[in-house]
């Protein structure tokens, strides 16, 4: 198989885009895709300081990598869950990547904060996956906040996304759909948030992290067997693997032709937080489930 680019030897075949590419021509088709997010969702400025959100997965390093590889001042940020034998390996590999490309790196001590996950979700008996991904996103969100970023960067690929969408639409979860985007404007103190590989899938990152030998934590966390959007993920790859190109054309629709409506119902969503009173963030209930956990936790 030939380069769609420069008809040398190809590496990677692309069947969702029906093309081929050489090692070269790979990355360079790689980082117009993220060249093409970053300017058509205007996520970010050259001059703009980005916290990049980095579980030590093949995404969120493949993301810190290119940003940095394309000039952007982009700072990492670990979130050490402190899960046996899972989190103690992640931060290894993340303060690695960190040190060879001299990159500065925020890591956050969920033992220190009084809510390991392990203890939460012995405690709280709500699913693993909704619970840490609660915990992850205010640390994520409030770091930046803190820290003056202008941006939150986080590594959700094509597959996420569409995982999501498929998920959202299955249930009409119009609340979640309204938010679904590849970027959320900033509102009180929640910070911009961003998404620049959302038009690669899962294929296409494993191959870039593979040709740039990054060395990234492979392994799925303890906990997320058997959650719900692993299925939905399979069912979607099933769907690509038949019709390729399947996925890009499914996102990309949703956001032509229905996220324009849903902007009005956006709007009025914005207005029915409340002020948490320990930390200050914005919350749907009249104390956010931070908070709530970590008095809890306390007792
Ligand atoms: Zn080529
Ligand atoms: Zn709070």
């Known amino acids: 198989m030939k380069c769609r680019r420069c008809g040398k030897q190809a590496e990677v075949e692309l069947r969702s885009h029906h093309a081929a590419f050489c090692r070269d021509c790979f990355f360079i088709f790689f980082r117009r895709q993220v060249e093409r997010a970053i300017k058509r969702w205007r996520m970010f400025k050259p001059q703009d300081r980005i916290l990049v959100a980095i579980s030590g997965g093949k995404d969120s390093l493949s993301l810190w990598d290119i940003l940095l590889n394309m000039g952007y001042k982009a700072t990492g940020l670990y979130i050490d869950l ?33 809510i390991p996950i392990p203890k939460i979700i012995h405690y709280s008996g709500k699913e693993p996956c909704s619970i840490c991904g609660q915990i992850k996103r205010y640390y994520f969100n409030r770091m930046a906040y803190e820290k ?8 959700h690929n094509l597959d996420d996304e569409t995982t999501r969408l498929l998920a959202n639409i299955l249930r009409w979860q119009m ?8 970027v959320l404007p900033p509102i009180y103190r929640f910070v911009k948030k961003v998404k620049p590989l959302y038009r690669l899938g899962e294929y296409e990152i494993a191959a870039y992290a593979f040709l740039k030998n990054i060395d990234y934590f492979a392994y799925r966390c303890p906990f997320s067997k058997g959650a719900t959007f692993l299925k939905y993920k ?13 996925k890009l054309d499914f996102y990309e629709g949703f956001l032509k032709k229905l996220r324009p409506l849903l902007q009005p119902l956006q709007r009025q969503s914005a207005n029915t937080f409340h002020i948490c009173p320990e930390c200050g963030y914005p919350t749907l209930a009249p104390q956010c489930s931070i908070c709530r956990l970590k008095a809890e936790m306390k007792k």
């Open 82 to 114: 402190k899960i046996d034998g899972f989190s103690e390996k992640a931060k290894e590999k993340v303060e690695k990547f960190a040190q060879e490309r001299k990159s500065d790196l925020i890591i956050v001590d969920l033992e220190k904060e009084g």
């Open 175 to 182: 609340t979640y759909l309204i938010d679904q985007a590849p």
């Open 148 to 155: 003056n970023f202008h941006v939150l960067a986080t590594g």
């Open 234 to 246: 399979e069912y979607i790859a099933y769907i690509e693997y038949k019709f390729p190109g399947t």
